[in-house]
């Protein structure tokens, strides 16, 4: 048990020595109690020393870590003072007050800054105890008016570890359900299962009561029970009682009392002592294995975080190319892999592979080429490309207007999806992250510039390119193409047209200003389901209902009509344009108007979606082969290019003040962890 509680002291203050934090929970004893519920006297007769500052209020206000070695010699040392050697105990009193006032201020603030004390005494046993500031409900003098919030937070934030052992010091002539230092170990520990209870001032309570009940668990149970012990007095202290002197009366006290002398050999200083021993040892066998783990971990996680760090570049100029050409790598290689799916860390490469595809596709699938284009947009289109002589079929010009519109209500999508795309690899290469970036920030900085320059280039070119795309599709409608309808299947399928609507149909449609047919009231569609008037087939139409008239009801400017109702061409009086109130007239179409309205549809739908097609396929593969290619094939060079060349400096490799200073933290954690794995390198629990 002694080599084990040794060689976790021996670790305690390894790591209590660093400059650097650990994550080592060792188990350690933190007493807690009240002011004046006898903490320091308890501490002191254990470390068998007066060291301790005494007095009125607050007098521990910072935390105090002992570390008791069992040695010949006697003598202490503290951690700030590493090569002072102190054998006069009197002084180690004094230089805790004088330390104290160094960090707390002369007040009687509180710091949660640890003053380490080793003491090497053959009275001690290797044990760790930490000292707290007592618990109160009150400020006294300069103190913060939360000052017990501050002193409970400091207290809980020791004993809430699962490794450390709750010394609750009580006084033993107050009722137990009011003790301060069981209160707060049951916020922590409610079972008990850390806590050890330690009654004091047993020999200054009333004539005829004891606290024998309590210390036999039947009040207030603790898994590992209570102490009884008795304090020097005030008077032993003035009287210069020694503390060994002190024990031989707490024993004859224990010895002769009609209570205590039932459980006389589990009560005293001494016998705390054992306890102590006891359950630290086993407690430290429990946490042993996790305690190992954790150092291996810690020790590999360390060993990661310096490698990261590097070594100091210095003024190496091949190094410093080497770096830089070896960053500039890496980071090409993980945007190319992110993009083409190599890697689970990012989804940017699914994520463009459903714009371009899925997105746009169902963008293209839900554009209607002729939802906005209206009857009467088609007649008077078809009207004004036939000029004085008029066709026998639709002018091809009239085809090819709306076929444009339709490519047009494609190129907005098109666009569209190229932003995305540039949207989504500007956000990759923010999201790319390396060693190096947080050791190197300028280099950082330089990389993403350069990057999302050749990203915004290589989009432009994408974008010129899809604009060209547009401009053939524009330029040249193909009505030879082999998917595309036809006029004889166009006209093939105007046939059940025919047959649904008769050879001539009238409708009221209104006439306004200058507008050859008007707007009708249904956006100026000419509905199959308006009341039209149909002829036979073989009845001849009067002459003054047919589109085209006859010569005598050839249109001529100022020239009136014969019939001015029936008329598909307004008077004079009605053509005096804006401002006009549109006036109902009851035009006649012949079956060929309407055939022409439907032939039209049919045509301009067969030929978008053979340019939805066409568009479906180039513009993904524009932005795949302009964009993203090209940025994947140009971007390593032109890093490389600019960083050795134009934008070198000596600062493209600066680190800093943060990295170096991390870097030597890193590699005295590494040297702590690795003495502290030697030193359990070789016990067996067996063997204690």
Partial sequence: MESLLAKVNELQKLVNLSHVKVDISLPQIVVVGAQSAGKSSVLESIVGKDFLPRGQGIVTRMPLIIQCHNDEEEFA??????????????KVRDEIIAETNKKAGSRKAIVDQPILLEIYSPLVVNITLVDLPGLTKNPVGDQPRNISVLIEEMVLDYIKKENAIILAISPGNNDIANSDALKIARDVDPRGERTLGVLTKLDIMDKGTSAINVLLGEEYPLAHGYVGVVCRSQADITNNVSILDHLDKEAEFFRTHPDYKLIQDQAGIPYLTQRLQEILFEKLKRALPSIKEGIDFQLEHRSNELENYGDPIG?????????IIKIASDYCRFLEETIEGRTDKDETGTQIRKILFSFFEDKLKQINPMEEITDNEILEQISSTNGIHGTLLIPEQTFRVFSRKAIESIRAPSFQILHLVKDSLLALTQKISSPYFSRFK??????????????????ESTYDMIKRIFDMENNYINIHHPDFIGGRIAIEKTKKFDEANGNQLKMQVPVQGDSLFGTTQNNGNLSKQSPFTSLSSNQQAPAQNSLFPSSQQTLGFGQNPTNKTNSIFPSSQQTSGVGQSPTNKTITLNQSDLKNIELV???????????????GDYVPKAILSFLIHDVQESLKDSLV????????????????????????????????????????????????
């Fill in 77 to 90: 040392i503290f951690q700030h003072l590493p090569s002072v050697i102190f054998k006069d105990f009197a």
């Fill in 641 to 688: 290019a600019q960083l050795l060349g134009e934008k070198f400096n000596e600062k493209i490799l600066d680190e800093g003040k943060i990295i170096p200073k991390k870097r030597e933290d890193c590699k005295e954690a590494i040297a702590l962890l690795r003495g502290a794995k030697n030193i359990l390198r070789n016990w067996n629990i067996s063997s204690n």
């Fill in 315 to 323: 003024e190496n100029k091949a190094l410093q190319q080497n770096i």
């Fill in 442 to 459: 300028n280099l950082h900085l330089l990389i993403s510039e350069i990057t999302e320059k050749i990203i915004e280039d290589k989009y």
């Fill in 601 to 615: 549809r049919i045509l301009v739908k067969s030929y978008f979606g053979i340019v939805r097609k066409n568009i």
